[in-house]
């Protein structure tokens, strides 16, 4: 059992004086130092990590030797090189070594430093390359917090909340297969959201030729997991071609294999023109990268640029990362892939054997369930949600929610079988819990 002693109790305190509030809550965790599958807090509890920090962490808690080992050198050398006004050497490796994940046709990025600044970039680019005023997104979606990006974002009405008004983003409706009110199957769901793109949006509010972009998440992330048809996605590719829009695909939470395939888009078999990444692509320092097709060109001098992308500790940080996962992606993709059916089978029986599990859903490690007040109303359970992710912590699990009611189950890729089974056990013994 996790003790919360004097010593969290009055950082937790001293936090709330000297900061605005963000997500945190009550939660109860200070971390101090963490390595591999594991962190400790201030006072040494000792929990397994099923957050990577919000999938930052994709190499495990705290990066790896290797990692560390090149911010420390590059630290002694320079920080800070100015990269939009000035050049180095380091940014320019690591983008030829991103670019080698990426398909062929990619061959232009812009560094920055976060998900929302990517996303921020990704929708100035796509307005300046086609010289249209609309993009279009998703309800469910969340593409960032800053003012571009938040009038991307529709998942929660706090998000832009006395924000507005935003930028001339019209938004559709995802497919989310286990709230379908038609009862269809997940194709016929994304069929369905398809038809509406067509009749409702392209066909009484904006004109293809106006639509500069599309933006989506292969999977919604804060939204709440949801995993939309291979159909759905193809027939997104198809409208962006009919109408010449840039499709846009979010993979700041999905990607870097996240999904099972360092690009998650690519589960779909189909390809975007704009990729945005961050999160884990810093190896667990800031960045944010905006990777466009070749084909689109270049844009002028001075119409987008930044103090701190290209920061060279962060670079060194994300080509230490690329380097390791290069040398070792097959383990990789191969621990993805079968820790993810192991972790799948479990949520499917902890869904078969408890009222309060409604679903379990996702691909590759980004895997989630659904809390619901019964099985037969779906009403989401978000009390439930908390009081499990609570239980948990008290054993000695961190754990992120999402969506309404969910609960994401993402610990590092590189996560031993004996940690993730112990992680499990707590998550289990937490929902029969708080079931009673």
Do not use: W
């Not at 980004?366 to 992710?389: F, H, N, Q, T, W």
């Amino acid at each position: 059992m996790i003790r919360i002693d004097k010593r969290i109790k009055d950082i937790m305190e001293r936090d709330r004086k000297v900061f605005l509030t963000t997500t945190r809550g009550d939660n109860h965790f200070i971390a101090d130092h963490g390595d591999g599958d594991f962190v400790y807090d201030v006072s040494g509890n000792k929990f397994i990590d099923f957050s990577s920090f919000i999938s930052v962490y994709n190499l495990g808690v705290n990066g790896n030797k290797e990692i560390r080992a090149a911010v420390k050198a590059q630290v002694d050398k320079l920080m800070h090189a100015a990269f939009t006004d000035y050049r180095a050497e380091l940014p320019v490796l690591f983008a030829e070594k991103l670019l080698k994940f990426f398909p062929s046709g990619f061959g232009k990025m812009f560094l920055s430093n976060s998900g929302t600044e990517a996303n921020e970039a990704a929708l100035k680019f796509s307005k300046l390359f086609t010289k249209r005023q609309y993009v279009l997104a998703f309800y469910n979606s969340f593409h960032g917090r800053t003012m571009g990006s938040l009038g991307l974002t529709a998942s929660r009405a706090v998000h832009r909340e006395h924000f507005g008004p935003f930028n001339n983003t019209l938004h559709a409706p995802f497919p989310y297969p286990y709230r379908c009110k038609m009862g269809h199957s997940t194709e016929e769901c994304g069929m369905e959201q398809i038809d509406f793109i067509e009749r409702n949006i392209i066909g009484k509010e904006a004109a293809g030729r106006e639509i500069a972009a599309i933006f989506v998440e292969p999977i919604q992330g804060e939204g709440g997991y949801i995993v939309p048809s291979r159909m759905f996605m193809r027939e997104l590719r198809r409208i962006a071609d009919e109408h010449q829009i840039l499709l846009v695909s979010d993979e700041v939470q999905a990607g870097y294999m996240r999904a099972g395939k360092f690009l998650a888009m690519d589960n779909f078999g189909i390809k975007a023109d704009i990729y945005t990444m961050a999160k884990a692509v810093g190896g667990g320092l800031p960045m944010g990268v905006t990777v466009t097709k070749s084909s689109l060109g270049d844009i002028p001098a001075g119409a987008h640029a930044n103090t701190f992308g290209g920061n060279l500790a962060s670079v060194a940080a994300g080509y230490a990362s690329l380097k390791y996962l290069e040398k070792n992606y097959s383990a990789i993709e191969r621990n993805v892939r079968d820790n993810g059916k192991a972790i799948m089978k479990r949520l499917n029986e902890f869904k078969d054997g408890y009222e309060i599990v409604g679903d379990a859903r996702g691909l590759g490690m980004m895997l989630a369930i659904e809390l619901v007040k019964s099985k037969r109303g779906k009403e989401p359970a978000v009390m439930d949600r908390d009081k499990v992710v609570a239980e948990a912590f008290n054993n000695g699990l961190l754990l992120l929610p999402a969506g309404q009611s969910c609960i994401r189950i993402i610990p590092p890729l590189t996560v031993s079988r004996d940690s993730l089974d112990k992680g499990l056990d707590i998550l289990e013994k937490a929902i029969k819990t708080v079931s009673r």
